[in-house]
């Protein structure tokens, strides 16, 4: 097991397999009990349910997951920070299925500037990210359902790597009910791209900068890959003077420069429009909140001849078409957040935006999602995202 950490560490070109049922082990594959504690370098974590871990460097990371059990099952699996990578895989009794996915995984390091040289050797986080998946040393997969996972192996990716910035409508939300849009992205794309959910709640575009969130992703960031770009709901914020950026001068200076970055290292970015808070005027009509900020970004998608994702109008047209009784269901808090969604409201959005990178060449291709239509959304009990184990002890601290 330390010789297989070791070679994981080392970034190895060799694939490296895990055994979690209880068949028997075969050749070139590493047995891994089912109450196994975390512990050099790969193991279960604690806390309850199925949280798989590996020790790995930050980086790309192809998983190739076996289900199937001796009964029918269905599976879901999450990576990191609840990303739904896999949505309920049926197997039938005594079959077996294999499926691939790539997951990304970093820490907050960075590398030290030169002698004399401006900058930072880590991202600033906050202190509720203390401990988050999202920024150690390990892959972790949640095993969900009836988790009939035989084996997982793990080897490097080298796929175009699609890296979202934005603020808590984006980010990977640390536990059940609250969801966003940038975790259940992953599970819409194919195993030829990954998804660097680089979001946190809070944010505005000025603050990810010097928060050296910006030049977190950039550190990582090669020619091909993809750099989409949705803040607003923060930035918007004038009480919050150190951030604001007013919609008609700062904010699109700020877009710009982010736009410049990206293509400064050969990546493509995307611009994507803030969705609209559910606010309800006496007609059923969702009553805009956001200002000139989402006329603003297609205004900077226009000019910069950057794709545009319009999260805004497919939002509206969601909100909308559940009506006032029934879109508080895709909402956290039971609905009574009226900005923040649950896993099925953050499944709709994304599936718009899965829907708005059809449109752009080279990303349309990795696609999975079937064709969605934001006027005629599916209900609740028809997509039933199985929870995770971790819950959200405190509502997110801004948008």
């Known amino acids: 097991m330390i010789a297989a950490l070791a070679m994981l560490l080392a970034g190895p070109v060799t694939p490296v397999t895990y055994r979690l049922d209880d068949a028997r082990v075969r050749p070139g594959e590493t047995k891994v009990e089912r109450e196994q504690p975390y512990r050099e370098g790969v193991g279960y974590e604690p806390g309850g349910g199925r949280r798989f871990s590996v020790a790995l460097p930050e980086g790309n990371w192809r998983v190739t997951v076996t289900l199937g059990d001796a009964r029918a099952a269905t599976t879901t699996i999450k990576a990191e920070a609840r990303r739904l990578m896999l949505d309920r895989v049926a197997t039938g009794r005594g079959q ?38 999202t920024w150690d040393d390990r892959l972790t997969l949640e095993l969900l359902g009836d988790a009939a996972v035989r084996t997982v192996r793990i080897e490097p990716a080298q796929v175009p790597t699609l890296y979202l910035t934005g603020d808590s ?8 009910p609250a969801a966003s849009w940038g975790q259940m992205l992953p599970a819409f794309v194919d195993g030829e791209v990954a998804v660097a959910n680089h979001a946190e709640s809070g944010e505005t575009l000025k603050a990810f900068l010097t928060e050296l969130r910006l030049d977190k992703a950039l550190s990582t960031m090669k020619a091909g890959d993809w750099l989409f770009i949705q803040f607003g709901h923060n930035d918007q914020k004038a009480q919050w003077p150190q951030t604001y950026a007013e919609a008609a001068t700062t904010y699109r200076a700020y877009l710009k420069a982010y736009i410049a970055e990206a293509r400064r290292r050969g990546a493509h970015p995307v611009l994507v429009t803030s969705p609209e808070r559910r606010n309800f005027d006496a007609t059923g009509h969702i009553v805009p909140s956001l200002a000139d900020y989402p006329a603003a970004v297609r205004a900077v998608a226009q000019e910069e001849r950057v794709p545009l994702i319009d999260l805004n109008r497919t939002s509206v047209t969601l909100y909308e078409a559940l009506g006032p009784q029934r879109s508080p269901s895709a909402f956290n808090d039971g609905g009574a957040d009226k900005t923040h969604h649950n896993n099925y409201g953050a499944w709709l959005l994304a599936r718009g935006v899965a829907e708005g990178m059809r449109a752009i060449p080279g990303l349309a291709e990795h696609v999975t999602a079937a064709r969605f239509d934001p006027a005629r959304p599916p209900l609740p009990d028809t997509v039933a995202i199985v929870a995770s184990t971790a819950r959200s002890a405190d509502r997110p601290a801004g948008n």
């Open 96 to 133: 077996s299925v294999t499926r691939s996915f790539v997951v990304n995984t970093r820490t907050a390091m960075l590398a030290p500037p030169p002698p004399n040289a401006p900058g930072g050797t880590m991202v600033r986080l906050k202190p509720r990210e203390a401990g988050s998946p």
């Open 169 to 176: 409508t984006v980010t990977d939300q640390s536990g059940e």
